[in-house]
């Protein structure tokens, strides 16, 4: 249930008015010198560059992890805080709240080709740290929720997830551009009923976290 949700957390991001609109840009980056956005290089590229994140992502989840190994002893109040810290982005996100650093977007400079999938990969790691404010509210709650596992390797798993949610999203688009035109027109145009929704969930996310439900989903399922 937490690898689901974190995975959506993710693909959710995608669709974040801090990413979506954009995507016409990293496209461009990931094509570099090709005139075709669906080439090979670009789909190799945008391999790279989620792979890049994917990691920073990853290591990410391992130290939340891992302080929740030291925390463990505290389960009530890490549940009471990071369930509320989630809560918070869940009212921003609906605009009942305006917290500043979520609203920062970052975008490539498409001057800088990259050159293969290694450079990619190297941009991918460099803009999820620009990323950060920008993807905070599903990235801290994927966090959240990874320090309350208590083990890193748990926590790797869910950023993991969080990471594909986000990652598949941007080399289907690298290989069907034009074919998800009407899609991203389609939420571009209800952006405000998306980041309703978009916060209400993280709010739910919250209260389960404050509860301590997902941690007892965890122990049921293992």
């Known amino acids: 249930m937490q690898y689901f949700i974190t995975f959506l957390e993710g693909l959710i991001t995608f669709i974040s008015p801090c990413v979506l609109p954009l ?3 990293y496209i461009l980056y990931f ?6 956005a669906g080439s090979k290089k670009t789909l190799i590229n945008s391999f790279g560059f989620v792979a890049g994140f994917s990691v920073l992502f990853m290591i990410l989840g391992i130290f939340a992890g891992t302080l929740g190994e030291f925390l463990i002893k505290y389960e009530t109040a890490v549940n009471i805080i990071t369930g509320a810290v989630v809560i918070l982005f869940g009212l921003h996100y609906t605009g009942v709240l305006k917290i500043g650093f979520l609203n920062k977007t970052v975008k490539p400079d498409t001057k800088i080709k990259p050159k ?3 450079s990619a ?4 790691g460099v803009f999820a740290i620009g990323w950060s404010p920008c993807t905070g509210a599903f990235l801290g709650s994927a966090m959240m929720l990874a320090s309350q596992q208590g083990q890193w390797l748990n926590g790797m798993f869910l950023l993991l997830c969080y990471s594909l949610g986000l990652g598949i999203p941007f080399i289907l688009s690298a290989i069907l551009t ?3 035109k009407n899609a991203f027109a389609f939420i571009k145009r209800h952006y405000r009923a998306v980041n309703i929704i978009c916060g ?3 709010i739910l996310i919250g209260i389960l976290m404050m509860a301590g439900v997902m941690k007892m989903l965890t122990t049921l399922l293992m």
């Open 121 to 124: 990969a190297l941009f991918g």
């Open 23 to 25: 995507l016409p840009v």
């Open 200 to 202: 209400v969930f993280l």
């Open 116 to 118: 293969g999938f290694f």
């Open 178 to 180: 034009d074919k998800l």
């Open 31 to 36: 094509a570099g010198d090709s005139p075709q």
